[in-house]
Each structure stands twice: as structure tokens, then as C-alpha cells.
């Protein structure tokens, strides 16, 4: 299975959304049939905050692909920051310390937001 998630800034704050079932996550999840995982982050990340993402950068992961980069500005009104049209999310918002109740180990996001604050560095606008 192929899978691409975002890190997604917005100034030095990162979006988060909240599984229903899971808990704290990255916007992400299958690419889809013909589709680029470049196609897919950017539909993920609409379907799951109701927002457009712009990438700068992105790493290859062993089954799939992260991606920087910015919540994007304009192309249509966000999603309020505790409510999304999709069924799987219940809520997104911004932090600059990973919260609690994480969907994944804890390691697994701090290595990845190492990585990403790395490259938010040299993209900085």
C-alpha cells in the first residue's frame, strides 16, 4: 500500500487533525489508482482540513512519500479550525509541541518534525 501524509505549516505552528478513532495526526493517507503522490497529499489534505497545501519539499518513506510545506493561502474559505466535512476527522488545529494522544508513536512524529522544521528553514518565504 502507497500512502502520503502533509506537514503542513502555517508560520512556525504545525496542522494537526484528530481521528475520530486514532487520535492526533498528519493530513494523509492512499494514493489513489493513476494518481501522483504529489495529486494525492493535495487531495488528502482538502479532503481531511477543507484547505489547500503548497509543498516545498518531500521525503521518501519505504511505502510511501511525506511532503512539506504551507497551508496555502487563498483558493477558497478553510474549514473552521474544529469542524471538517469528513467523516473521519472530528477536529484540526495548530501546535508548535506535538499534543497528547497521538495516532502513531511519538518517535515517528518527532523525527518527522525534525525533519520537516529542517527544510521550513532553508524554504522560509
Do not use: C
Request: proline letters at 6%; aromatic letters at 12%; a negative charge.
Amino acid at each position: 500500500m502507497r500512502f502520503v501524509y502533509a506537514v503542513a505549516f502555517e508560520g512556525d505552528k504545525f496542522l494537526m487533525v484528530r481521528n475520530r478513532r486514532r487520535g492526533w495526526e498528519m493530513p494523509g493517507g492512499k494514493i489513489g489508482s493513476g494518481e501522483s503522490p504529489q495529486e494525492a497529499v493535495e487531495r488528502e489534505f482538502l479532503e481531511e482540513t477543507g484547505m489547500k497545501f503548497e509543498s516545498f519539499a518531500s521525503s521518501d518513506l519505504p511505502n510511501g512519500a511525506v511532503f512539506f510545506g504551507w497551508v496555502k493561502k487563498g483558493g477558497g474559505e478553510p474549514a473552521p479550525r474544529d469542524a471538517t466535512n469528513s467523516e473521519e476527522i472530528d477536529s484540526i488545529s495548530l501546535f508548535d509541541i506535538l499534543p497528547e494522544e497521538l495516532s502513531f508513536p511519538r518517535k515517528e512524529y518527532e523525527s518527522m518534525l525534525q525533519e520537516a522544521r529542517i527544510e521550513l528553514k532553508k524554504h522560509r518565504r
